[in-house]
C-alpha cells in the first residue's frame, strides 16, 4: 500500500505544519482584551466603589514600535482628553492612529463598562511593542540585493475611571 510522505519544508525538516506556533506578541495582545472579562467580587456597601478599568489595543500597525513608543510615553498618565488634545496638534502618523484608539477605549468604557462620563478617564498604560515582520528583497545593480523589513507594531492601552493621580507622570 502506498503511504503519503510528510511535505518537507524549505529546510528539509519533516516539521508538520500543525506544530509552529503563532507569534508571542498576538497571544498577549489577545489575552490583553480578554481582561475586560473579569469580574470582581461583590463590594461591601461601607467600601469604595471600584473604578472602572478598559483594556483595548490595535494590532499590525503599519509604523515603527519606536515611533509608537515616544508617542505613548507622552500621553501615558494623562486624562484622556488633555490626552487626545496632545495627540490632535502632532504631525506624526502614529499620533493619528493612536487618536483613533483612545476615541475607540473611550467609547467602548461608555458603552459596555458602566462608565458615567466619558471625560472621567485617564491613562494608566501606554505602550507598543513588535508585531510581524515581513522580510522583502530589495534589488540593487549588478546582480546584488539586500533584505528589507516591513515593520509593524502592536498598540495597547488600559484606561481607569477617576481623575489621574498626582505624580502618576511617568
Not at 503599519?62 to 496632545?86: C, E, N, P, T, V
Not at 467602548?108 to 501606554?126: D, F, G
Not at 540593487?140 to 515593520?151: A, S
Request: contains cysteine; charged residues 30%.
Amino acid at each position: 500500500t502506498w503511504v503519503p510522505r510528510p511535505r518537507l519544508l524549505a529546510s528539509c525538516s519533516a516539521i508538520q505544519l500543525s506544530q509552529f506556533h503563532t507569534s508571542p506578541a498576538v497571544e498577549r495582545s489577545k489575552n490583553w482584551e480578554m481582561k475586560n472579562r473579569i469580574v470582581y467580587p461583590p463590594q461591601s456597601p461601607e467600601e469604595p466603589r471600584r473604578p472602572a478599568e478598559i483594556f483595548h489595543c490595535r494590532k499590525q500597525i503599519k509604523y515603527s514600535k519606536d515611533k509608537m513608543w515616544y508617542l505613548a510615553k507622552m500621553i501615558r498618565g494623562m486624562s484622556i482628553d488633555q490626552a487626545l488634545a496632545q495627540l490632535e496638534f502632532n504631525d506624526k502618523k502614529g499620533a493619528k492612529i493612536m487618536r483613533e484608539v483612545l476615541l475607540e477605549a473611550q467609547d467602548l468604557a461608555v458603552r459596555n463598562h458602566n462608565v458615567e462620563y466619558k471625560s472621567n478617564l485617564h491613562i494608566a498604560q501606554s505602550f507598543s511593542n513588535k508585531g510581524k515582520y515581513l522580510k522583502r528583497i530589495r534589488y540593487h545593480g549588478r546582480g546584488m540585493f539586500g533584505i528589507m523589513d516591513r515593520v509593524y507594531c502592536h498598540y495597547y492601552v488600559k484606561l481607569v475611571e477617576g481623575p489621574p493621580p498626582p505624580g502618576d507622570r511617568k
